[in-house]
């Protein structure tokens, strides 16, 4: 009973702020790489920030600057805040976990949530 789910998306205007967050249960995200990706229709799954278990982090070049990931192992869940939002930062967003060391590739990450939207218009 592994499970991650992602909350806190929705629509928001160019510019605006958006904090996503993602509940682990069944294990505990501490020793973990955790990670956000997302995807748009027609593209692959892209890292958007990671993670590890010594709070060493990793951005996307698209993403940095604006976004910042951060992880609450007491409370076993995962944060996204997302600020400087752009129209190209629209799509789905999943979390996902890594036994282990961190990754960009998503082949390489065993446990995703369900993915929430982002949509972000002018």
């Known amino acids: 009973q592994v499970r991650l789910v992602e909350s806190g998306g929705g629509s928001v205007q160019v510019g605006g702020s958006l904090r996503l967050s993602c509940a682990a249960s069944?294990?505990?995200?501490?020793?973990?790489?955790m990670a956000w990706f997302r995807q748009t229709a027609g593209q692959e799954r892209e890292a958007v920030a990671t993670i590890d278990r010594f709070d060493s982090t990793t951005y996307a070049d698209s993403v940095k600057g604006r976004f910042t990931i951060s992880r609450d192992n007491a409370g076993n869940t995962l944060s996204l805040q997302m600020n400087s939002l752009e129209p190209e930062d629209t799509a789905m967003y999943y979390c996902?976990?890594?036994?282990?060391?961190?990754?960009?590739?998503?082949?390489?990450?065993?446990?995703w949530g369900r993915g929430t939207q982002i949509i972000v218009s002018s």
């Open positions: 996902a976990a890594r036994i282990g060391g961190c990754s960009l590739a998503y082949g390489e990450f065993g446990v």
């Open positions: 069944g294990y505990r995200i501490s020793a973990y790489c």
